[in-house]
């Protein structure tokens, strides 16, 4: 399989959320009840859900103030984020055009409070960025399809991937 990893979200999300001067590091003393993106979901079950074999841990991102993490599954080309607000569309819309994401938002049920995934534009590489809404935080998903596949071929594991994630968030 030759895909290559997303672009963090996390990157972007951060850059819009905090001072310029907050550097992204990687997880140190975190504040009692504090959930990392990585805690959501092991490379055994992303392996279960994408079929896609991991030989490495996942790299683990989060900020300073310990409101955004990310957890990059690097050889199943997918990422989980964890933000501890929920993401005002305006964000969300930026994000997408940042990353090549059509933004007509496909609901979905089942998947956290509220829940939408979004595909890739034509011409893009093919890849589903899901976007869920879990009580006061916000949940990310982002898988990358093999070049021919449709983008919307992202969407069962995504899903998959989110309610697992969804389920350990609550």
Known sequence: MNLRPPIPILLVVALWALPARSPLVGQSSAPKGYVHACDLVS?????????????????????????????????????????????????????????????????????????????SRKGQEPEGFLVAYVGPRTLTVRVKMNPGQQAESAQPYAVGLARIAVGRVR
């Open 43 to 119: 490379n055994a079950e992303v392996e279960r859900v994408t079929g896609r074999h991991l030989t490495e841990p996942p790299g683990r991102l989060g900020t300073v103030q310990h409101t955004e993490s990310a957890c990059d599954f690097w050889k199943a080309a997918t990422q989980v984020a964890l933000i501890s607000t929920p993401l005002p569309r305006k964000t969300v819309n930026r994000i997408l055009d940042g990353n090549g994401f059509d933004q007509t938002q496909h609901a979905l049920s089942g998947v956290g409070d509220s829940a939408s995934i979004y595909f």
